[in-house]
């Protein structure tokens, strides 16, 4: 029997799309003893890939998932593997022509051909569509379908052509070796091998094979029906795999999709149907392939009437018959984005799973460049494996996330949309108190966090027509005009945000300044007790994240990050600490961190305290501990909001009491509570703070995003050599914040942008910045004190100008918008008065 | 005792399968549920313990000789003009006739075999079991789900009636004997012959591909991967001479037609060779190659059933592999 | 013609299988279900049939709730109706048990006023391949049966047993050395064995169809024999005596070798 090397630079497990793509790509970034190992033959090794519907519509809503997809579809093309056919997405409803508006929104924000079409166009291509079903659809010409098992084969045989890879089909992974918390070596049916990497890419499977190490990759294997039929003599009158349009009926969640004389349905109508990867049957004991589970009928029932009304000739002919019928599977993840990286859990763990065909290849060219040069081209940062939190990995929330997620594949999402499922995982010390006052709780880490709160509904009256009311269902959806009303309140008096969510870690130990030193930007060798608001570069000088660093001892630095993302910073510090001298503790279970602003912030926090709070005494930027009551509370004076005031941090256990006596003596100065909805958006957006994963990532530089500091500092650190280059070249694109000029539309309804939206010059011209990128709202936001509504965009240099007049364009209407400022500079208390008061 | 009905071939020789279901009799003693006693209906005397054959139609000294081989002490020949065309009820009721009261009356697991011992079964009150393939003090063991399982099973009553799968023992000879045969005056009722045969057509039996007759057959399976993917075997089905035979999933989907299906419910062949071409080796399939001499193997999964019961085989993709095989006999040819 | 077809609910299996916890049954998760081959081609001879002569097809089965997706699966290819009998287990019948609840479901049918010319069964069933009900259930209905048919036609000559008055068909077998011809008067059961027809797949409008299908529900009453099962064994895997040729098109001269020797190249 033949058996795999005895060692190997990185073990590949996996000869799907992904495993195959990763192969090429390691092979020509220098890799060598690559080995790759299937529990399948080849070339089809009985994963989704060999099952897959194999097409690609390059728009999603998502820029990521977007730049894999075109990355993937290039990679195709190059192979010769991909068809161009056109593809539809056709509308049956009103509601669904909304969300094909804002297809074409992606669309232009992403630069990608794409047109709104009537009934009779969708007719004149796929003639054996019925108009009268339709009230429109979304066409992209450039949707194709592509040939992913032989790509995959093609990418494989390339590294094994190079004499970089060594391929082993029909070879299980037994175990996996970890010593020391780091991958030592995997085995297998076909013997042992060292190394001190596997790439975890099989797709249904990579939570088992993770498992054998001690680490998870929270997906699931779930069902997508599909079914064949044929012969359809409407599809065998042209030659070829296909020459209609594909057809995506978004109402009905189902795809149509010729393949030569047969018409494939795909369905993500059904109820969600999840397997365990164990469950899944082996090779010998499947009927099909073992990711070809048999097809549940019933299921599939309701799709087939709603697929006749859309094509009745072809579909109701009795000649057409079903010939091939599957419950696919695939993987699903909690939130929907791949799972990609290096595990937290265990060294050398990497992952390359939950990936479609659509972004395979993107995804082996990008982990490939993570695993060799530490990041990737593309920023894949949304669906780092390091994402998730505790809770976030077992198998509950990934069955409650999945099954609430599936049937929303051809959805209408609402970019605040939460989840209903697996809630109240992670509750701050607060929260009874939070829901007597009838917060309206959204989730960030599995925290729930009040994004407004009931309470202050009275406030709308106080503020009249300042707080901005929409009248738009879907501008207004998971939104509430208390949310302003709330900002205008803690603007003049005070507000009192629960910040329990934010991630907190400590760097402690005699190297602790060294470490934190090499990883920050701004100047860490500063005194005790001072606060430093810092980006966290990557050695291209893109963002890793934004973040605060308290200097707590000449030995501890305290890091504090947001919820969404800090996992991932935990990760990037702790791999980048020294062997020895500096340890990092995740201490975000520990303190819970109450936020104090506004005006009145300093009367309150005074009242509170015998320590001098006041401006002289307590400056901005610095942080000590002071006594409230009998509690010893860290206050830290910052602010994301723009005003005066504190994060105030205590243990847990002691949140409650904190909380209680700040409302208590707040009361008196008009204090509130407010909701994440001021803290998050309105109070930062009028104020130009930037937030990671919006405005700021990977691709753009510190420049570029106006938050460039006159010096930078001595030490090196991660990114400096780029940074610095950055520094002397001209921008390529600028970050600025817009107001919207006129908010009527031709239906004579105010509308107001939620992000993502395309800006275009005062012509309608897409406007193109250094990095190739059309201009798009990042952000989008109230801003309550200026009575605007303020958009943040990237905009070419040329374009960055203070009052040029550009437009946006929203649901296919196009609105006048300004530039209001081309850098950092707030446009509300612009030299940050209310800050330093 | 333990009565086998034994089928003969048109040149009246006992047929394969009658030899392995006698010998499966004799070697399985333990069959005897009333530990021995034997007395057939209507005869009595034959030694006990000894295994009985019934033989319907023309009796030839070749399958005299040939069952006095396999140890079969008496046979009961029923010959009758009514019976010269087979019915299943007559047939049965002739052998139900002259079975034992009590013991074990069985057959070999071939339509004629199966169908005769369930009417039987009803028509002496027995309960049956069909393709048997071991029996012992338990009980009988019995192929089910396609041979993918075995069922332990235990018969009530005198007289138990079984098949015995096909290839469950192989057939063996012991110190011949001469049998005595018993010849009846027998009785046929017009009722059970509703059902005989009008007639036969031989040339349409004959199979249109060849398949059970070749000497060489190729068998294609999933692995040839679509409708279109049988250039390279059915080039080499034609430099052999021989026969294409698939899996069920073929024929299941639709791309070959059931005529070529080898296995459980297609056709068993027992070809010089058979040449299996990505078919992993479902135990369905398997069935139907048990009598190849030699099985060659061409997959691309060397830990597949295919491959491991094979004389020989090659690794490796079978459209690569056989369109080599096919340029190879070309260029020896010259 | 109305005609009868008796099909059963199995497990879809491939390659291996497993047992369940009791040891009586094999682990059917993962796994579809099906009807045995034998009776998918009933099926297809029925509806031919059916439209050959006018008349109806309907399906029974015994078996689980769940075997009504049988039904309806036959109904989506051109049955009628169908007759479920529920038996949540019907391992634990033995084949005299479900020739004698057919033979009484089909007293029950004909008293209610649907008759059948024609019982349909397969040769036997994928799973327990018993190959004894259709027989036994011919000898409940005092009916002529045949086994391992695998086409049928109308009419033909008469001859044989007389007037039974509903028809008469021409049935075609396989036999030991040809394809032998049975003409019968109606009623009589014929069990059908695959590969005289091809299955016809569902059409679109018919499976709709078979969503709305009419299904009469009996329960099945407690088996009176039982099955004689004492529990199930998996075969054991046998060693492997191979000799690999090699791997890939490289090898191919070795195995032109074998097929030399074995002499079966044609000149």
Known sequence: ?837 | MTMVFVETDPAGEVTLTSAEAITFARKNPQLLPDGGAATSREVSGPPSGSTEGVVIGPLSDAAVESLGRLGVGVIHHLDHPDLAEYSAAAWAQAIVDVAPESGTLLASGTPRGMELMAHAAVRTGARMAANVIAADAEGLLRQVHGGTAFERLRLDGDLQVLTIAGHACTPEETTPITPEVYAYDLTVAEADLTTRVQRTEVEAADDASGLTSARAVVGAGRGVGSENGFAEVLELVDHLGGALGVSRVVTGLGWRPHAEQVGQTGSRISPDVYIACGISGAIQHMAGIEGAKTLVAINTDEESTMVQRADYAIIGDLHEVVGAVNEEIVRRRG | MNILVCIKRVPDIAGSVTLDATGTGIDESGLGHTMSSHEECAVELAIQTAAQAGGTVTVLTLGPAEAVEQLRAAVAVGANDGILVEAADPSVFAPEDIAQVIGDVIRDRAEAGQTFDLVLTGDDAADTGDFQVGIRLAYDLGYPVLTNIQTISVGGAAGGGGERGSGRIEARGIGPVGTEIFSLDLPAVVAVHEGGVDPRYPSITGRMKAKKAQVVEYDAPVPGMGSPRLRLELPEVKASSVTILGEGPEAAPALVDVLEEIGVIRP
Not at chain 1, 286 to 297: D, G
Not at chain 1, 325 to 332: C, K, P, T, V, Y
Not at chain 1, 515 to 532: F, K, P, S
């Open chain 1, 1 to 837: 029997m033949a058996s795999v090397p005895a060692q190997a630079s990185v073990v590949v497990v996996g000869a799907g799309i992904v495993g195959n793509s990763l192969v090429h790509h390691l092979a020509e970034l220098g890799w060598t003893d690559i080995v790759q190992i299937d529990k399948g033959p080849l070339p089809n090794p009985g994963g989704s890939t060999g099952h897959a519907s194999n097409f690609i519509f390059p728009v999603d809503h998502s820029r990521e998932i977007t730049d894999l997809t075109l990355d993937s579809m290039r990679q195709y093309k190059e192979l010769g593997v991909f068809t161009e056919s056109g593809g539809f997405e056709v509308a049956r409803t009103e509601e669904r022509m909304e969300e094909l508006r804002r297809r074409m929104a992606s669309a232009r924000a992403w630069g990608i051909e794409s047109s709104l079409v009537t009934p009779a166009e969708v007719a004149e291509k796929v003639p054996f569509v019925d108009p009268e079903a339709i009230l429109g659809a979304f066409w992209t010409p450039t949707v194709g379908v592509v040939d992913s098992v032989r790509a995959g084969t093609m990418m494989r045989e390339s590294a094994e052509a190079k004499g970089a890879l060594t391929v082993s089909p029909n070879t299980e992974v037994t175990g996996i070796d970890v010593r020391d918390g780091q991958i030592a070596a995997v085995y297998t049916t076909k013997g042992e091998v060292a190394t001190n990497r596997i790439l975890i890419a099989c797709g249904v499977w990579s939570p088992r094979i993770a498992a054998m190490a001690g680490a998870a990759i929270p997906l699931t294997p779930a069902v997508h029906q599909m079914i064949s039929v044929g012969p359809v003599p409407q599809l065998a009158e042209r030659p070829g795999e296909i020459s209609f349009p594909i057809v995506r009926d978004m109402d009905t969640f189902c795809y149509e999709r010729q393949h030569g004389s047969d018409m494939e349905i795909g369905s993500y109508a059904h109820r969600p149907i999840l397997h365990d990867p164990d469950e899944i049957p082996s090779i010998e004991a499947a009927k099909l392939s073992p990711t070809e589970m048999p097809f549940t009928e019933d299921d599939f029932d309701p799709q087939l009437e709603q697929a006749v009304e859309l094509m009745p000739e072809v579909l109701s002919n009795p000649d057409v018959e079903i010939r091939y019928a599957i419950n696919g599977l695939l993987s699903l993840t909690p939130d929907g984005a791949p799972i990609l990286g290096e595990s937290p859990q265990v060294k050398g763990l990497w992952s390359a799973a939950a990936v479609w065909v659509k972004e395979g290849p993107g995804v082996g060219r990008a982990v490939a460049e993570w695993m060799t040069h530490g990041l990737p081209e593309i920023d894949v940062q949304g669906a780092d494996i390091a994402r998730f939190h505790s809770h976030q990995r077992t198998r509950e929330h990934v069955r409650a996330r999945t099954s609430e997620a599936f049937n929303k594949t051809y959805g209408i999402v609402h970019p605040g949309e939460q989840w209903a499922s697996d809630r109240d995982v992670r509750r701050s010390p607060m929260w009874h108190r939070e829901a007597d006052l009838g917060a309206v709780f959204f989730e960030a880490g599995g925290w729930e966090r009040p994004q407004w709160y009931q309470s202050n509904a009275g406030l709308l009256e106080e503020f009249g027509d300042a707080v901005m009311d929409r009248s738009a269902e879907w501008d207004s959806r998971w939104w509430s005009p208390i949310i302003n009303a709330e900002h205008l309140a803690m603007r003049q008096r005070a507000g009192l945000v629960d910040l329990s969510s934010f991630v907190i870690f400590d760097i402690f130990g005699p190297a602790a300044l060294d470490a934190v030193q090499h990883i920050a930007l701004a100047q860490m060798d500063v005194a005790i007790g001072r606060v430093v608001y810092t980006p966290i570069l990557d050695e291209n000088g893109g963002f890793r994240s934004d973040l605060t660093i308290m200097r707590l001892a000449h030995d501890r630095f305290r890091v504090v990050t947001g919820a969404a993302h800090g996992m991932v910073d935990l990760k990037w510090f702790a791999d980048r600490l020294p062997d020895t001298g500096a340890q990092i503790a995740d201490l975000t279970s520990s303190w819970t961190t109450i936020g104090l602003w506004g005006p009145r912030a300093r009367d309150i926090l005074g009242g509170l305290t015998s320590s001098d709070v006041s401006h002289e005494a307590f400056k901005f930027g610095t942080a000590r501990t002071i006594e409230i009551g009998s509690l010893e509370v860290l206050a830290s004076r910052i602010s994301y909001v723009g005003d005066l005031g504190w994060e105030l941090y205590v243990p847990m256990e002691s949140g409650l009491k904190l909380w209680d006596a700040l409302m208590d003596t707040g009361h008196a100065h008009g204090l509130l509570p407010v909701g994440l909805g001021v803290y998050g958006t309105t109070g930062r957006i009028e104020k130009g703070y930037r937030a990671f994963g919006t405005e700021l990532d990977s691709e753009r530089s510190v420049v570029e995003v106006g938050m460039s500091r006159p010096k930078v500092k001595s030490q090196d650190f991660v990114g400096r050599a780029a940074h610095l280059r950055h520094r002397e070249e001209d921008p390529k694109t600028v970050l600025c914040s817009l107001t919207v000029d006129d908010h009527t539309s031709a239906g004579g309804e105010k509308r107001y942008m939620l992000g993502g939206e395309p800006i275009v010059s005062a012509d309608g011209d897409p406007l193109i910045d250094g990095h190739g990128r059309h201009s798009y709202v990042t952000s989008a936001g109230s801003a309550p004190s200026l009575g605007k509504h303020v958009l943040m965009a990237f905009l070419p240099p040329a374009e960055a100008v203070l009052g040029n007049r550009l437009q946006v364009v929203y649901m296919e209407e196009f609105y006048p918008v300004t530039v209001a400022s081309v850098d950092s500079t707030p446009l509300f208390d612009p030299d940050n008065e209310c800050i330093r008061r």
